[in-house]
């Protein structure tokens, strides 16, 4: 089993420049440190129809309530509101971009801090001995001798398909073929409960690839237990 | 149209939510994934509602609620009406502090 960055066609140029946009970065800085309701947050503005703040101010009491006092949590708040409302304005299309890159920004971000960063890598291929290489890269891979890892990120429950499940099933499978373990995983930036929902209606194989939703993030910057 | 307790203003929110379901399911394809979503979310705010039958809202979740009721009526896409099935719920809970 090798890696190999993926091909740099124009879609990927395109991609490349959105995943290294400071808003990008910012977002995803914040969302690595917030509480689960904080990301809810996050995901609501993002994908909301208004960008009136006041409205979102109180659409939120637990996080901007007047029981919420002064201090870190209350100004993280405000700042994934206000990069948030940023990415809302960006438009339909660039703004469905930008939620894609910040939750792979987000999931290096965590792997970064069990692995260290030299082992976190982006748009990575995985190659076998034998088997015709997929054309999709896989969005993050931890790559370290005897523990590589594979994630693709979603931004909703509903990107959850049977090819997304079958490529990562695939990596493992194909591994576990030349004796190497690979960790798949599949990160979505939603509600577990909506994400058990999607998969009940799939049929790709799903039990050997892990699923990590908005509530469980943190889990994949801590150790294996 | 203020609500005096939980189960109150979830009804409120349940009669939005249908009309969001309602709207996503004019994409076709997706038709069963979001009536298996709304069912799943449905059980859970109803499951809520059930166990505080009789509890006083505090007017900041309820008007947060409304807000959010409002945050869906906007909506017009049937993609972004799929996206806020699962995202509504999580909102309306958390306002009234419970877990999605």
Excluded at chain 2, 39 to 60: K, M, Q, S, Y
Aim: proline share 4%.
């Amino acid at each position: 089993m090798r890696f190999q960055d993926a091909a740099r066609d124009g879609r990927a140029v395109v991609y490349a420049g959105i995943q290294a946009d400071p808003l990008v970065k910012r977002a995803a800085a914040l969302l690595a440190e917030a509480t689960p309701a904080q990301r809810v947050l996050a995901r609501a503005v993002m994908n909301g129809e208004t960008t009136d703040v006041t409205s979102w101010l109180a659409m939120f009491p637990a996080l901007f309530g007047p029981s919420v006092p002064a201090g870190h949590e209350r100004s993280r708040s405000e700042a994934i509101l206000a990069a948030s409302l940023e990415v809302a304005q960006r438009g339909e299309q660039v703004r469905s971009q930008f939620r894609g890159a910040i939750v792979e920004e987000l999931t290096a971000i965590l792997l970064a801090r069990r692995t260290g960063e030299a082992a976190v890598h982006r748009e990575r291929r995985i190659l076998f001995d034998g088997v015709r290489a997929e054309i999709h890269p896989y969005d993050v891979t931890v790559e370290r001798e005897g523990a590589a890892e594979a994630y693709d990120c979603k931004w909703g429950a509903r990107g959850i398909s049977d090819d997304v499940l079958h490529q990562l099933d695939d990596a493992r499978s194909h591994a576990a073929d030349e004796d190497v373990a690979l960790r798949a995983a599949l990160v979505v930036f939603d509600a577990e409960r909506s994400c058990l929902v999607r998969l009940g209606r799939l049929n790709a194989p799903h039990d050997g690839t892990t699923i990590v939703p908005l509530e469980s993030l943190d889990r994949i910057a801590a150790p294996a237990s | 149209m203020a609500s005096t307790t939980v189960p109150e203003a979830l009804e409120r929110a349940l009669a939005a939510y249908a009309e969001l379901t309602a709207l996503g399911e004019e994409i076709e394809d997706e038709w069963s994934y979001v009536n298996d979503l709304a069912d799943a979310w449905r059980a859970r705010l109803e499951g809520v509602a059930a166990a505080r039958v009789g509890t006083t809202i505090d007017p900041a979740a309820d008007a947060a609620i409304e807000r959010a009721i409002d945050e869906i009526g906007r909506i017009a896409d049937p993609h972004r009406a799929i996206d806020w099935l699962s995202t509504f719920p999580q909102v309306a809970l958390l306002a009234i502090g419970e877990t999605p």
